[in-house]
């Protein structure tokens, strides 16, 4: 990109953010989560692992802002640090969804015919499946790690991606440019990759914010019941599990305040899914 | 008393990148039964005139001056009520790309039957035949099937004919025709002027064409207003405005229309683009950039309307 | 010396359903020279887009043979033209100059990008000489080139794809529509380029337009094509004034004329037959012709010539 252009861009940029105080605070929220992820472990006040018998199931106070778990160990240190694990998760597997799901679809879109029917044949068995139990089933068929969590959220989420990439090359597949682009000597297949998958780019960039949150949601949700992390790794499902037990004996705030981060990481991802779509969707432009 | 009368009209569009004053000092006037037609060229504010004139335009705009008057009512003054009663009734439109202007969910004939449900007091029996009429009105081949076709089931010129028989079902007083054609093919083009100049002459129903095509102005049009950058800068009966064009626009316009005489040498064209229309410092003649014959006091003082001879006006300093 | 192009009884025909085919080209047959400018005219869904892209090698056609200088390029399928030396000597220029740029590619790159691809230019120095040098010729100036589409007016986007289809020195050009999309005034500036750039250059032109002034204009020859075929060719000045097929009469017809017309016209009533599986006994134009008899139902007419050079496709011809 040029001057000129990068200039407009971020005028543009601008723009949307102050237009929109929602995306600003979306923007803020998720800069402070990344920031999260990759200084946790020093943010952190306490050692998340290390366990205090003697301070366990203490509610929020000074010492520890967010209270204590049934170990005594410092909710608040937890929290920050499973950020890292839970964004960790969910960027892996979207990249990984994205990557082979946007590829294959473009593919599909592009050549129709043989590809299309084969990759769409893909696509539909893996969303014949409730995809949560289907991953459910990959973590419980392979194994309780979090490389396992990762390939299942990325396979569950093939099919949307797939799907995208698809809808959107066909859309363009026709378009001047790209038989300009054969004129001007390019192959089918590098058609397609110079000319139209650039152009995909910015609407699946909205998408991919917004698969983001459903990402993680499916991380925590898989913990929550029990597979892929295990004790006594910090991950914000796994401390909803763990607190959700001490809800009726009045220790309120175990799984409260995990949820309500997770609530609130999904939320900024959404937010900033809609803030992306402003940017990028030049017809929102000058 | 005109049926459609536009005094004075100035309007504004706010929009993030500053205020695009899209009309400004727009005088214009349509008597019962004439065919006016507004020429002009992208950007020249020729559609957002007659959306001023049934009051659909986008919620950005502004009407900063002037008055719009239509059969004796106040159209900026009157009540959404009072407007949704004349619109499709009184003053109908045709757009531009029929195809896209039709529901494509809902059949023909049932898009009829809605405007004579709404505007008339057809007995709910007599709908579909009276939509059938409509149809056969319009020329249609075959009207009995077309009645039950949706709009992807129709050709372009097809699709036109429909909105045609929605605009006129109720007998409108005013029909606006914004780039009917464009977009069709010529055959088909010149079937459906034909077809809206006789529709109009048997119901002495006043036309307003919207065209950026000179030529198909001139062939149906008693009168043309010529536009540039949201000023009206001639208008003129249509054998006068092209025997002797008095604006300087107007006549590289005729000059840049390709004819079966012309040659590629002969063909004039415009030097310059249309000024922005978002600058405050506009010149008081926009064509100003774009004009040989440019005296000192264009830029400066308010344009003048100059009657030059029954019902020929230009708005010029300088006229030829 | 050879002629530019050569179409051959060239059909395309896409199958539809089962057993049906709609005849988009129906034995096109017809040639364009070195330096001669031969329009295409016909109304939608007459086939002059296919024809278009049977030209351009982006469709295969279904039989026939597409001849470029003598060499027959309709058996190169259309998947790999691109990597052939045929190429670059078959270029076009589009309709919609909005649709037809990559809106993430500046004007620079757009030019260059069949440089890069066909001519091998790859040093950025020799790539910008003659990026500037295409963009000159065009009236293109050069502080423009680094601006994307969104950036540059109706006029100057029509210039860039002028510039791209020409920056290779093509034998033949193709113009499909290439000032529909523009206002009047500018599109009597694109006009005058293109008339230059055809003495320039020595190219040929297959100007396709439906603007028949245009053709008359621009182009020595004219082909016009109805329902897949055709069904007139010759002299443009001729076919103009002195039209033989009925339908060209009707097409003449129908342009509105600067400064009105006293009498009304007659119109062509009638819908177009269908182009699936066409009766080869039928006239194509038969249903709305004004002169249509029963011997036009019996007997498809064929192409004949009725004055030197010209040719129709009528029994009344």
New interface residues.
């Given amino acids: 990109m040029n001057a000129a252009s990068a200039n407009s861009t971020l005028r543009h940029i601008r723009y949307v953010a102050t237009e929109n105080p929602v995306t600003l605070a979306a923007f803020a929220l998720f800069t402070g989560f990344v920031l999260l992820a990759l200084f946790g472990p020093w943010i952190a006040p306490y050692d998340p692992l290390a366990s205090n018998t003697a301070q366990s199931l203490k509610p929020p106070s000074a010492q520890h802002w967010f209270g204590t778990d049934s170990l005594g160990r410092d909710i608040l240190s937890r929290i920050i640090v499973a950020a890292r694990l839970d964004f960790g998760i969910a960027v892996s597997a979207v990249a990984a969804s994205f990557a082979i799901g946007a590829a294959l679809g473009s593919l599909a879109g592009f050549y129709g015919g043989w590809a299309d029917r084969i990759i769409g044949r893909i696509a539909d068995t893996i969303m014949a499946f409730p995809l949560f139990v289907l991953a459910m089933g990959i973590v419980a068929a392979l194994g309780n790690t979090v490389f396992n969590i990762i390939l299942a959220t990325a396979i569950i989420n093939l099919p949307f991606y797939i799907r995208v990439a698809r809808a959107e090359v066909n859309v363009r597949r026709n378009a001047g440019y790209v038989e300009a682009a054969r004129l001007a000597g390019n192959s089918d297949l590098r058609t397609l990759a110079v000319h139209v998958f650039p152009n995909v780019l910015p609407p699946m960039m909205v998408q991919i914010s917004l698969n983001m949150g459903w990402a993680i949601l499916n991380a925590a949700g898989l913990s929550f019941i029990g597979l892929g992390v295990r004790p006594p790794q910090a991950e914000w499902g796994i401390m909803v599990a763990e607190g959700a037990t001490y809800i009726i004996s009045g220790e309120w705030w175990i799984a409260l305040f995990p949820g309500a981060v997770l609530m609130l990481a999904v939320f900024t991802f959404n937010l900033l899914g809609d803030g992306l779509r402003d940017i990028m969707d030049p017809r929102t432009r000058t | 008393m005109s049926l459609l009368e536009i005094r004075d009209l100035s309007l504004e569009f706010r929009t993030r990148s500053g205020t695009v004053h899209a009309l400004e000092h727009i005088d214009l006037a349509v008597d019962r039964g004439e065919t006016v037609g507004i020429v002009g060229e992208s950007g020249s504010g020729k559609s957002v005139l007659s959306y001023a004139a049934m009051r659909i335009l986008d919620p950005a705009a502004r009407i900063t001056r002037g008055a719009i008057n239509f059969a004796g009512l106040d159209v900026l003054a009157a009540s959404e009520h009072d407007m949704q009663q004349l619109r499709g009734r009184e003053m109908a439109m045709i757009f531009q790309s029929p195809r896209t202007a039709l529901n494509p969910i809902r059949r023909a004939g049932r898009q009829i039957e809605d405007v004579l449900r709404v505007h008339t007091t057809t007995l709910r029996a007599a709908l579909k035949e009276k939509a059938i009429e409509a149809l056969a009105r319009v020329r249609i081949p075959d009207p009995e099937r077309r009645y039950s076709a949706y709009p992807f089931e129709l050709s372009g010129g097809q699709c036109q004919r429909v909105m045609i028989a929605l605009a006129l079902a109720c007998n409108p007083q005013l029909l606006i025709a914004d780039e009917p054609t464009t977009g069709l093919d010529v055959t088909t083009q010149a079937a459906i002027m034909e077809l809206v100049r006789d529709l109009a002459r048997a119901r002495s129903m006043a036309t307003i064409l919207i065209t950026h095509d000179l030529a198909l102005a001139s062939e149906y049009c008693d009168r043309i207003v010529v536009m540039h950058a949201g000023h009206v800068v001639e208008e003129a009966p249509t054998a006068t405005l092209f025997r002797r064009p008095r604006h300087p626009y107007t006549a590289q316009l005729i000059a840049s229309t390709p004819t079966p005489e012309k040659t590629i040498a002969s063909l004039s064209s415009i030097p310059g683009n249309l000024p922005d229309l978002r600058r405050t410092d506009l010149p008081s003649c926009r064509f100003l950039a774009r004009c040989e014959r440019s005296l000192a006091s264009c830029g400066t003082q308010p344009l003048p309307s100059v009657s030059l001879a029954a019902a020929h006006r230009v708005h010029c300093f300088h006229p030829l | 010396m050879k002629p530019v192009l050569e179409c051959v009884e060239v059909k395309k025909h896409f199958a539809v359903g089962r057993r049906s085919r709609l005849h988009a080209v129906d034995d096109v047959s017809f040639d364009i020279a070195a330096g001669e400018s031969v329009g295409l005219v016909g109304?939608?869904g007459c086939g002059k887009s296919t024809l278009v892209r049977l030209v351009?090698r982006?469709l295969d056609p279904s039989a026939g043979d597409i001849l470029y200088r003598g060499r027959n390029i309709g058996f190169i399928p259309a998947?790999s033209f691109?990597?052939t030396q045929f190429?670059?000597k078959i270029?076009?220029v589009?309709?919609?100059p909005s649709?037809?740029?990559?809106?993430?590619?500046?004007a620079f790159e757009?030019i260059a990008?069949?440089l890069s691809?066909?001519a091998g230019v790859q040093e950025a120095k020799e790539l910008r000489l003659q990026v500037e040098e295409a963009a000159r010729r065009v009236g293109l100036p050069e502080e423009l080139l680094?601006?994307?589409p969104?950036?540059l007016?109706?006029g100057q986007k029509a210039r860039v794809?002028i510039a791209?289809?020409i920056v290779l020195m093509p034998d033949l050009l193709v113009l499909d529509e290439p000032t529909a999309a523009l206002?009047?005034?500018?599109?009597?500036?694109i006009?005058?380029l293109l008339?230059q750039l055809k003495r320039e250059l020595g190219m040929s032109y297959l100007f396709v337009s439906?603007?028949?002034?245009?053709v008359?204009?621009?182009c020595d020859r004219v082909i016009v094509m109805y329902l897949g075929r055709i069904v007139e060719q010759g002299p443009a000045q001729q076919v103009?004034d002195a039209p033989a097929h009925p339908y060209t009469r009707?097409?003449i017809?129908?342009?509105?004329?600067?400064?009105?017309?006293p009498e009304?016209?007659e119109?062509?009533a009638?819908?177009p037959r269908s182009p699936i599986d066409p009766d080869p006994r039928v006239c194509r134009f038969f249903g709305r012709c004004p002169r249509q008899v029963d011997r036009c139902r019996q007997e498809e007419p064929v192409l004949r010539e009725v004055k030197p050079g010209h040719w129709a496709a009528c029994h009344f011809a």
């Fill in positions: 109304e939608s351009t982006m998947r691109a990597g190429r670059p270029q076009m589009f309709q919609d649709d037809s740029l990559n809106p993430r590619y500046t757009a990008e069949p691809r066909l680094p601006r994307y969104h950036q007016s109706g794809g791209r289809a206002d009047v005034s500018v599109q009597a500036t006009l005058k008339a439906h603007d028949l002034n245009v008359r204009m621009l103009f009707a097409l017809n129908a342009i509105p004329a600067v400064g009105g017309r009304a016209r119109v062509l009638g819908e």
